[in-house]
């Protein structure tokens, strides 16, 4: 059973156009998040939900949107796509995120590509 | 959160114990070591996770001097599955926000 599972995993896209991602976590964790890795393989966070509640918000442009409808479900939503939205986004998920640690668990990518 | 500073990349042969050196010299208090593991067309994985002194788990040994300004990820008799891309992050405790460097991409060769 995969535990982060991502749609769709491949997304090939114009400029200008608006798309989403899905995640959807099966681990029955609280928190949610979203990466963005982009060719140079940097990993970066854009956004983490809590129980449906944003709590980390990047600088991230507000071309994109997260959604989350429940706590297994974290959709990325994004506007007027630009040739540098290129890249391959990660959900993950986790516990929660108080304590010492959570682990977070990645699911295996949208490699979305914008011509 | 203290910046990270680990090699650009290594290599190794099947069977030799591989050991990872990050720096974090501005480590706080309250902060963690965490290690994750990048294969090619994948998400990040966790291998481990310490504070101080010395972690084992069926992967991996994490080793944390007492003033917690390096550590050092070893891997035993690594394979060719282990041919990944090693990140060490420091974690803010009780906030879980992870933030990745370049990481150190190893490379294992028969």
């Known amino acids: 059973d995969t535990a982060v599972s991502q749609t769709p995993k491949y997304l090939v896209t114009q400029m200008g156009n608006d798309k989403s991602i899905k995640c959807e976590q099966n681990?029955?964790?609280?928190?949610m998040y979203w990466y963005k890795q982009d060719s140079k393989k940097f990993l970066k966070i854009m956004f983490s939900y809590n129980n449906k509640e944003l709590i980390i918000n990047e600088t991230v442009p507000n071309r994109f949107s997260p959604k989350s409808p429940d706590k297994a479900h974290l959709n990325l939503h994004i506007n007027s796509l630009e040739l540098g939205d290129s890249a391959v986004y990660f959900c993950a998920s986790s516990q929660g995120t108080s304590g010492n640690y959570n682990e977070q668990f990645f699911g295996p990518g949208t490699r979305l590509t914008v011509l | 959160l203290a910046k990270t500073t680990q090699p650009i990349s290594m290599d190794s042969y099947e069977g030799q114990e591989v050991n990872i050196t990050c720096s974090h010299n501005n480590i706080a208090t309250n902060d963690y070591i965490t290690w994750y593991q990048q294969f090619p067309s994948q998400g990040p994985r966790f291998i481990i996770q310490?504070?101080?002194t010395k972690v084992t788990n069926e992967v991996a040994s994490l080793f944390i001097p007492a003033d917690r300004k390096s550590s050092t990820l070893s891997l035993p008799r690594v394979s060719l599955s282990d041919t990944a891309v090693y990140y060490c992050l420091v974690v803010q405790g009780g906030y879980n926000k992870l933030i990745f460097g370049a990481g150190t991409r190893l490379a294992v060769h028969p």
């Open positions: 681990l029955g964790h609280d928190t």
């Open positions: 310490g504070y101080k």
